[in-house]
């Protein structure tokens, strides 16, 4: 296959920063692995607002669409604000993941040993927990018209429209069954059936993509707020969890508090194949731009150096090297190193953003 091509957007608050982090692992697979990425780097978000006065330039836009793998820190903050909703930060993200058709979006929740006391939860209740959110990412009430604030009367109304059609839920339905059978064999599918029509689809599509091609995985249904529930009451219960584009943003934010921390989960957001083989593909880690510790070296950069890993692993099948990235984080926090996110009630000292990124080099620099 040719060279690997890595389009990099940092993006707004702790973005830049993270990224820096991730950059050091990217050169270290050149200098040690032999393994060099054609890494090209560009503005989105605020950054890109502030350059262009657009969340995402039509460039970058069409660099994203020929490139092997998107790699974003993050969008947002304060400073935008009071600008118009067409273009806010967040609108670049969107366009991406709307124009690259990126429908399914894995959002592991992982919560790694050395890190079960930092939880919110009961150690036992995270201890070893393994789960994958799968959420729909390109469709739902996210992208559903009509849209808008419009006058009725005297008064405005705030519109917005959760639509699936058959074909969205069955793709991914499908890249859900498919994960399923590369892990724990389950697949438990999250809607409000019991009060959205969108969700009585949901469940019918589901369960006959299920029927059909995945009989072998096991498929239970549940509501969603209940999966709010059991999210926090008893996650291991869980293997992989398939769910909409509203609901998976919430869950997703649920569940990365099992893990300890925001700042410990990345993601993968996949469309179809490209000509190479190789899936359309945008890596981000969950957290947003955390505005309050931008610029302070104060960010775990974790989440986006595992959201590099993710791409070593779906784009470039790296898998064995994605493993590699994983166990020196892993190795790091069990040698007791934290940022200050990772830190419990009882404090203790809490290290920058590049002393962890430099730790996780040297992690990988001992698994030679
Ligand atoms: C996420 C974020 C985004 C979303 C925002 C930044 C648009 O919260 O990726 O979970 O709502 O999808
Ligand atoms: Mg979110």
């Known amino acids: 296959m040719s060279t690997p091509s890595l389009l990099i957007l940092p993006g707004d608050g702790i973005g830049p920063e993270v990224m820096a982090e991730v950059r050091k692992v990217i050169d270290w697979f050149g200098d040690k692995r032999g393994v060099a990425f054609d890494v090209s780097e560009d503005l989105v978000g605020g950054a890109a607002y502030d350059a262009h006065g657009v969340?995402?330039?039509?460039?970058?836009m069409a660099r994203a669409q020929e490139i092997d793998a998107v790699l974003l820190g993050a969008v947002g903050g304060p400073k935008y604000d009071d600008l118009d909703f067409s273009v806010k930060p967040e609108r670049g993200l969107l366009r991406l993941r709307k124009e690259m058709d990126l429908f399914a979006n894995l959002r592991p929740a992982q919560c790694f040993d050395a890190l079960a006391d930092f939880s919110s939860l009961k150690k036992d209740i995270v201890a070893g927990l393994d789960i994958v959110i799968v959420r729909e990412l390109t469709s739902g009430v996210y992208f559903?018209?009509?849209?808008?604030?419009?006058?009725?009367?005297?008064e405005r109304v705030g519109?917005?429209?959760q639509r699936y059609t058959e074909s969205e839920i069955d793709r991914i339905a499908r890249a859900a069954f498919e994960l399923a059978r590369r892990r724990g064999n389950k697949v438990c599918s999250m809607e409000k059936a019991n009060v959205m029509e969108s969700g009585i689809l949901w469940r019918e599509v589901t369960q006959r993509v299920h029927d059909a091609d995945?009989?072998?995985?096991?498929?239970?249904?549940?509501?969603?707020?209940?999966?709010?529930?059991?999210?926090v009451r008893a996650p291991k219960q869980f293997d992989v969890i398939l769910t909409d584009n509203l609901f998976g943003d919430i869950l997703s934010d649920c569940a990365a508090m099992l893990t300890g921390s925001l700042g410990m989960l990345p993601s993968a957001s996949l469309g179809a194949p490209m000509a190479n083989g190789r899936p359309k593909a945008l890596y981000e880690p969950v957290h947003g731009s955390a505005p309050d510790i931008a610029?302070?070296?104060?960010?775990n950069p974790i989440a986006c150096i595992l959201s590099f890993a993710m791409a070593l692993r779906y784009s470039f099948d790296m898998g064995e090297d994605a493993s590699r990235v994983e166990q020196s984080v892993e190795k790091?926090?069990?040698?007791?190193?934290?940022?200050?996110?990772?830190?419990?009630?009882?404090?203790?000292?809490s290290s920058?953003?590049?002393?962890?990124?430099d730790a996780i080099i040297a992690a990988l620099d001992a698994s030679l």
């Open 55 to 60: 969340p995402l330039h039509d460039d970058t």
């Open 144 to 154: 559903g018209e009509p849209r808008g604030i419009i006058n009725e009367g005297n």
């Open 159 to 161: 519109i917005n429209t």
């Open 214 to 231: 995945y009989a072998d995985v096991e498929l239970s249904h549940m509501y969603a707020d209940n999966g709010a529930m059991q999210l």
């Open 295 to 299: 610029g302070q070296g104060k960010a």
């Open 332 to 349: 790091v926090l069990a040698d007791g190193m934290r940022t200050g996110d990772l830190l419990g009630p009882e404090g203790g000292k």
């Open 352 to 357: 920058s953003t590049t002393e962890m990124g």
